[in-house]
């Protein structure tokens, strides 16, 4: 099971911290990672983090973002900063390989 949470209505140029709970795996051991799809587009890589803590970020939002995982709470995190109207989207996590997806959590950039 995967649950998103932290999305929400904010303003540009304002930060967020995006939360994902995921169970039924032994999280420790899997390499994690955030995604978004925006309305009528694909789906596509942001962050990813190992079971080992390396990272690597896509290009779309790079420069604005910090994924990190807290292995105990089986939580990963995104933060990101200076949000902007075209990050409007909604935002999943999962683990590498899974083809199950949760429902997300939306991010809404107005001004």
């Known amino acids: 099971q995967i649950a998103e949470t932290g999305g929400g209505l904010v303003q540009p140029g304002e930060s967020l911290r995006l939360s994902c709970v995921m169970t039924?795996?032994?999280?420790?051991?899997?390499?994690m990672a955030w995604y978004r799809q925006a309305l009528g587009q694909q789906r596509e890589f942001l962050a990813g983090?190992?079971?080992?803590?390396?990272?690597n970020y896509g290009d779309s939002m790079k420069g604005r973002l910090t994924i990190t995982r807290n292995n105990a709470q089986k939580t990963l995190y995104l933060q990101i900063h200076d949000l902007r109207p075209e990050d409007t989207a909604g935002y999943y996590c999962?683990?590498?390989?899974?083809?199950?997806w949760g429902e997300g959590t939306q991010v809404f950039v107005y001004s």
């Open positions: 999962n683990a590498k390989g899974n083809p199950y």
């Open positions: 039924g795996i032994i999280f420790a051991e899997h390499d």
């Open positions: 983090i190992t079971e080992d803590g390396h990272t």
